[in-house]
């Protein structure tokens, strides 16, 4: 159960070793979207990531340019899906979520809270985590396609532009 022959060790740490600098290497060339906060296709390229390096670190069959090559088409499909999201509106309607607004004006709006099971307790710690000690000076939260809360408060512009809400926002 706790054996280990010498020639695996030597293999894990060298493949191990080679295989994160690798990745390392790739993820600093596919540039800072690859490393942001995850909505749904980059937290499945991220659990992509994990799992093809503990492949290559514990399969023998596997090779060290196997591993590499998955790295890298798990990346390049990262970058393209970013890039054709950036260019096709459809495309990026197709794999990312809208923000959603929660709170406007001090009111709740629970209907919003209900589709995204978000509860009152969780939008007020994002107003207190904010620095706002009240909902006073709040405009409104949202939950972004990440799933960060974004607290915007009134003194603020027009940061609600492309929003998905249940209340007219052109009225406030």
Same mark, same amino acid.
């Given at each position: ?84 999201? !950036?260019?096709? @509106?459809?495309?990026?309607?197709? &794999?990312? #979520? /809208? ?7 001090? %009111? ?34 949202? !939950?972004?396609? @990440?799933?960060?809360?974004?607290? &915007?408060? #009134? /003194? ?7 929003? %998905? ?8």
């Amino acid at each position: 159960m706790f054996e280990i022959t010498l020639s695996s060790f030597i293999r894990i740490v060298t493949v191990g070793f080679l295989a994160y600098v690798g990745l390392v290497i790739l993820l600093r060339v596919s540039g800072k979207r690859t490393l942001t906060k995850l909505n749904a296709f980059d937290l499945v390229v991220t659990v992509a990531l994990g799992s093809t390096l503990s492949t290559i670190l514990l399969n023998n069959s596997i090779s060290l340019l196997e591993g590499m090559t998955a790295f890298g088409m798990l990346i390049l499909l990262q970058y393209l899906m970013t890039l054709f999201s !950036l260019h096709f @509106d459809w495309f990026n309607n197709l &794999i990312k #979520s /809208e923000p959603r607004l929660l709170y406007l004006d001090g %009111n709740f709006l629970k209907s919003s809270m209900r589709k995204e099971r978000i509860k009152e307790m969780e939008i007020l710690q994002a107003i207190r985590n904010t620095g706002f000690g009240s909902t006073e000076k709040v405009k409104a939260v949202i !939950l972004e396609t @990440d799933g960060s809360l974004s607290v &915007i408060s #009134s /003194e603020t512009g027009n940061a609600l532009k492309h929003v %998905n809400s249940e209340v007219d926002l052109n009225e406030t």
